[in-house]
């Protein structure tokens, strides 16, 4: 099966950190461009990073340009988020979803980030 | 990389047809024609229903249609049956590798 699973998730003091990870099988992870979606409690879907398939591109929103990094281990077939000086609204659940021509069509379950303290 | 304006909400009874509108700007929905709608059920992920303005993965019913018009792009859902209840998000490719999403429309099947 195709599939994507998020993890390192969990509750992090503001201007704490995370790593998140998002685990690939089923198809060839090195072959697609991939994308973290993130949703806050309640709230609506926001489009947050993309890498592309080699990782020579990144691109990020501007609510979280210089706080978070994106990046791939294709050997591994994972994909990774590191979050940095953290906000309670980073609270949310984080999503990695694959890019196939502009549209988003696998998605894993996500991981929930709460940032309390 | 403001979120594309979505009506908070839609309903019809069984059977019934239910349009929900996406308005964005030049830059985004108008564009590009890579505009995609996704279904959302409580506690799941998305599931993309439609891509490319009007194209349906294999598997998603062709009761989901979509088109655009200018800034504005349209998911119609026909014949609505219940599992069609759900939170539908549009979202758009937004150049330099970015996407941006819609406030999201909750559809209610009466």
């Known amino acids: 099966d195709v599939q994507l699973v998020e993890s390192g998730g969990g509750l992090v003091q503001p201007g704490g950190s995370l790593r998140l990870s998002c685990a690939a099988s089923?198809?060839?992870?090195?072959?697609?461009?991939v994308n973290w979606v993130r949703q806050a409690p309640g709230k609506g879907l926001e489009w947050v990073s993309y890498i592309s398939a080699s990782g020579r591109f990144i691109s990020y929103a501007d609510s979280v340009r210089g706080r978070f990094t994106i990046s791939r281990d294709n050997a591994k077939g994972s994909l990774y988020l590191q979050i940095n000086s953290l906000r309670a609204e980073d609270t949310a659940v984080y999503y990695c979803?694959?890019?196939?021509?502009?549209?988003?069509?696998?998605w894993g379950k996500g991981t929930t980030v709460t940032v309390a303290s | 990389q403001s979120a594309l304006t979505q009506p908070p909400s839609a309903s019809g009874s069984p059977g019934q047809s239910v349009s929900i509108s996406c308005t964005g700007t030049?830059?985004?929905?108008?564009?590009?024609?890579?505009v995609s709608w996704y279904q959302q059920h409580p506690g799941k992920a998305p599931k993309v229903m439609i891509y490319?303005?009007?194209k349906r993965p294999s598997g998603v019913p062709d009761r989901f249609s979509g088109s655009k018009s200018g800034n504005t792009a349209s998911l119609t859902v026909s014949g609505l049956q219940a599992e069609d209840e759900a939170e539908y998000y549009c979202?758009?490719?937004?150049?330099?590798?970015?996407?941006?999403f819609g406030t999201g429309t909750k559809v209610t099947v009466l």
């Open positions: 089923g198809f060839n992870f090195s072959g697609y461009e």
């Open positions: 490319e303005v009007t």
């Open positions: 030049s830059s985004d929905v108008g564009g590009y024609k890579y």
């Open positions: 979803a694959r890019e196939n021509f502009y549209k988003m069509d696998v």
């Open positions: 979202s758009s490719y937004a150049g330099s590798t970015s996407y941006v």
